[in-house]
C-alpha cells in the first residue's frame, strides 16, 4: 500500500493559481447509503491536499469530496454560480494510489483521475 493512498489539489483557472485556504471534506458511503464524514482540511499554499486518510481506513467503496466553493471565492471577493463541488468515486483497488484533482473557476469545473 502507499504511505498517502487518497490525494487532490485544487487550481484555480480563472486566476492561474492554486487554490490555496479552500475547505474540503472526504465522506465514505456507508452500509446504509448514508455518508460518513471521514475528515475536512484545507487546501495547503500549492493547493494540494495529502494524508486524507491512512492505509488502514482505506478500503474499497464509494468516496466523496465536497470541496467549498463559496466560502473560497467569497475570500476573494468574488461571486461564484457553484457554492460546492462534490466529486463522487469508488475505490475498487485500493492498494492503488488514487488522486483526484480539480480545475475550477467561479462559473466552472473539471476533474479527472490523476496519479
Same mark, same amino acid.
Not at 492505509?55 to 460546492?84: C, M, R, V
Given at each position: 500500500m502507499?504511505?498517502?493512498p /487518497?490525494?487532490?489539489h485544487? /487550481?484555480d483557472?480563472a486566476s492561474?493559481?492554486p487554490?490555496?485556504?479552500?475547505?474540503t471534506? /472526504?465522506y465514505?458511503?456507508?452500509?446504509?447509503d448514508?455518508?460518513?464524514?471521514?475528515t475536512?482540511?484545507?487546501?495547503?499554499?500549492d493547493?494540494r491536499?495529502?494524508?486524507l486518510?491512512?492505509?488502514a481506513?482505506?478500503?474499497?467503496?464509494?468516496?466523496? /469530496?465536497?470541496?467549498d466553493?463559496?466560502?473560497?471565492y467569497?475570500?476573494?471577493?468574488?461571486?461564484?454560480f457553484?457554492?460546492?463541488?462534490e466529486i463522487v468515486?469508488e475505490?475498487?483497488?485500493p492498494a492503488?494510489h488514487y488522486?483526484?484533482?480539480?480545475l475550477?473557476s467561479?462559473?466552472?469545473?473539471?476533474?479527472?483521475r490523476?496519479?
Amino acid at each position: 500500500m502507499k504511505d498517502n493512498p /487518497l490525494t487532490s489539489h485544487a /487550481l484555480d483557472t480563472a486566476s492561474g493559481l492554486p487554490a490555496i485556504g479552500m475547505k474540503t471534506t /472526504l465522506y465514505r458511503m456507508s452500509t446504509d447509503d448514508t455518508w460518513e464524514q471521514i475528515t475536512s482540511q484545507y487546501t495547503n499554499e500549492d493547493g494540494r491536499l495529502s494524508h486524507l486518510l491512512s492505509d488502514a481506513e482505506f478500503t474499497a467503496g464509494i468516496y466523496k /469530496l465536497n470541496f467549498d466553493t463559496k466560502n473560497y471565492y467569497s475570500k476573494l471577493d468574488k461571486k461564484t454560480f457553484y457554492p460546492y463541488v462534490e466529486i463522487v468515486f469508488e475505490i475498487e483497488k485500493p492498494a492503488e494510489h488514487y488522486h483526484v484533482p480539480i480545475l475550477l473557476s467561479p462559473f466552472g469545473y473539471t476533474t479527472y483521475r490523476g496519479s
